[in-house]
């Protein structure tokens, strides 16, 4: 769905990912070190950040997509932010449908729109709340929100961006387990940049390994065990800490 050639990002003319070729048809995770470009590399596949090669999104080059086309397919959940405007969690969500809303905000939302939004805030459990200032809102709460407005994009691929950062371990797997839900109810896909290894393997058996702003390993994440690249990688041993989550996968 999703194949990058050679793509090289970065800020202020430094690249910080370096000729990236990747080919991605099911969800996958990133992990690797602080600043080894992750985060870098989900903006250049969102097409938030300009890039060098080529990226492509179910055979269009991402180049030649204006910015509205590539938000009805690309979604990014990123952490809690520090800073937003104090809405009900109703209007927060209906803020996904903006590139749904004819001529955008200046017409009043169809019933189609007030639907998904529904839908969504149904999905995370939070559609009794509708109506409740997103400020009142526990940190575990307000990711569900933020959830749902991305649901309510409609997109066909989310981009993860470390977002069970602040959150506690029931709403962190909450959280993983209703977005592998949402993966397997059509043609859609997740790539995620979690630190937590065992949340990653929760989204994926797949791992993209980063280091220096290049891919050091991709593969299964039983191979990347057997071969020590995490022990490498973050120069400590992983690998008893991976033991029981690729048990469930196995089962």
């Not at 809303?101 to 017409?107: D, L, P, R, W, Y």
């Not at 995490?230 to 690998?239: A, Q, S, T």
């Amino acid at each position: 769905m999703i194949t990058l050639n050679n793509v090289s990002a970065g800020y202020g003319g430094c690249d910080i990912i370096k000729n990236i070729s990747l080919e991605i048809k099911k969800s996958l995770s990133i992990v690797g070190p602080n600043g080894c470009g992750k985060t870098t590399l989900l903006k250049a596949i969102a097409g938030i950040l300009p890039s060098k090669g080529e990226i492509i999104l179910k055979g269009k080059f991402l180049r030649d997509m204006s910015r509205s086309q590539i938000s009805l397919s690309i979604a990014m959940l990123s952490q809690q932010p520090q800073i937003y405007f104090s809405y009900s969690i109703f209007d927060t969500v209906m803020m996904g449908r903006y590139l749904h809303i004819k001529q955008g905000f200046s017409n009043a939302p169809a019933k189609k729109d007030k639907l998904a939004v529904e839908e969504a805030l149904k999905a995370v459990n939070l559609w009794g709340e509708k109506d409740k200032d997103i400020s009142k809102l526990s940190g575990g709460q307000l990711q569900r929100v933020f959830l749902a407005r991305t649901l309510a994009q409609e997109p066909s691929v989310i981009l993860l961006d470390e977002p069970t950062n602040h959150l506690d371990l029931k709403c962190q797997i909450e959280l993983i387990d209703y977005l592998k839900k949402w993966e397997n109810k059509g043609n859609r896909l997740i790539i995620g940049v979690l630190h937590d290894i065992n949340l990653a393997l929760s989204l994926s058996p797949q791992v993209v390994v980063m280091e220096n702003g290049e891919i050091h390993a991709n593969a299964d994440a039983d191979q990347i065990i057997k071969d020590g690249v995490l022990d490498k990688i973050y120069h400590m041993n992983v690998r008893n800490h991976m033991i029981n989550t690729l048990e469930k996968w196995r089962k």
